[in-house]
C-alpha cells in the first residue's frame, strides 16, 4: 500500500520539480529586470530633448512662481529631463545647470552639442564622411556648435550642422548617451 501510495505521488513531485527546472524560463531574466525608470509623463528618465524656443526661462522650482535662473536664447539646444513634476520638467544643460522648464518649451526633436568641454581651446571636431576613424573630413566644427541628430549606430552619430551634414564620433557629441542608438 505505502508503495502504490509513492508512485501515486510519484507524478506530483515530477510535475513539481519540472516546474521549478522550468521557471526560469518564464521569471523574467536580469537584462529584464533592468527596466528603464519612467516618469508619471511615461517617458523614460533621464532622457535628452531640445528647447524649442528662442526664449526659455529655467527657474528654481516647478512653477511660474519660482525665481528665473537662467534665460535660454538657443532654440534647439539640447537638455537632459532628469526629472518630472506635472507639466515641468527638471532638465541639466551640457555646462551641468540644473533647473525647471515647462513642458510646452520642449521638443523631443534630438539634437547635440559638438563636445563643449573643448570649447575655448585652440581645437575643432571632425565631421567625417563616413563612420570611419580615417574617412574624409567633410568639415571641421567648432566645440559647442549645435546639431540636428539624424541616427546613432552606438559609436557613431549621423549629425547635421548649418549645411553641413556627416558622421561624429559619439563619444563627440552632447546630447546622445554613449552606446544608445537612435533610428533615422
Not at 511660474?64 to 534665460?71: H, K, N, P
Request: hydrophobic share 40%; with cysteine; net charge negative.
Amino acid at each position: 500500500m505505502p508503495r502504490l501510495a509513492l508512485c501515486r505521488g510519484l507524478p506530483i513531485l515530477v510535475l513539481a520539480l519540472m516546474a521549478i527546472v522550468a521557471l526560469p524560463s518564464i521569471l523574467p531574466s536580469e537584462a529584464d529586470a533592468q527596466t528603464v525608470e519612467r516618469g508619471p509623463s511615461g517617458l523614460p528618465l533621464p532622457r535628452f530633448v531640445s528647447l524649442k524656443s528662442g526664449r526659455v526661462n529655467m527657474r528654481v522650482g516647478p512653477g511660474t512662481d519660482y525665481a528665473v535662473e537662467w534665460l535660454y536664447l538657443k532654440p534647439g539646444l539640447p537638455v537632459e529631463v532628469i526629472q518630472e513634476y506635472d507639466n515641468w520638467r527638471r532638465v541639466r544643460d551640457a555646462d551641468g545647470a540644473e533647473g525647471w522648464i515647462n513642458q510646452a518649451l520642449l521638443s523631443g526633436r534630438r539634437t547635440g552639442v559638438a563636445a563643449p568641454w573643448f570649447e575655448g581651446k585652440q581645437t575643432t571636431v571632425p565631421l567625417r564622411a563616413n563612420p570611419e576613424e580615417d574617412a574624409r573630413h567633410v568639415a571641421e566644427v567648432e566645440p559647442g556648435a549645435i546639431g540636428d541628430v539624424h541616427m546613432c549606430n552606438g559609436e557613431w552619430c549621423r549629425i547635421s550642422f548649418a549645411s553641413h551634414e556627416g558622421w561624429m564620433k559619439q563619444t563627440l557629441v552632447w546630447g546622445v548617451y554613449p552606446g544608445e542608438t537612435i533610428e533615422d
